[in-house]
């Protein structure tokens, strides 16, 4: 994955006032999205649902460095599987020192998997978090 030039994270949320967000950095690079609102641009007039994806989609602006890291470790282990798989296979029936590199690579896998599954859900949650 190539090197960022976004505004490094953690990037945090600020509710200004009701229906009313901020996205901001720390450091040189402060404000990331100056306001988000629910304020519809044809009413002119906010209600529960246009508040509520303000919140929703600034959630979503914050979450942004933890997806884009997500998906480059995301990246990282589908290689890292790949490899795995590549090495021999591991369906391989015969017993002995075969089927336990064959057992040790299923294992090898499952754990990869189980990284895979935990690293997405836990971007997804980034990404879904209210203030």
């Keep these: 994955m190539s090197e960022s030039k ?4 953690p990037w945090r949320l600020r509710e200004l006032y009701d229906g009313a967000y901020t996205v ?11 306001l988000l609102t629910g304020i519809s641009t044809l009413t ?9 994806a ?8 914050a979450a942004a460095p ?13 290689s890292t599987k790949e490899a795995i798989l590549k090495e021999r296979s591991i369906y391989d029936n015969s017993f002995g020192d075969k089927y336990l590199e064959s057992a040790h690579r299923l294992e090898s896998l499952r754990r990869v998997e189980e ?7 836990a971007a997804i949650a980034k990404a879904e978090a209210t203030l």
């Design 54 to 61: 303000a919140k929703a989609n600034a959630c979503l602006i």
């Design 115 to 121: 990284r895979i599954e935990s690293t997405i859900k």
């Design 24 to 34: 901001y950095g720390e450091g040189e690079y402060n404000i990331i999205f100056p």
């Design 66 to 78: 933890e997806l884009w890291e997500a998906l480059g470790e995301v990246e990282e282990l589908v």
């Design 6 to 9: 976004h505004t490094p994270g």
């Design 44 to 52: 002119g007039k906010a209600n529960a649902k246009s508040i509520a």
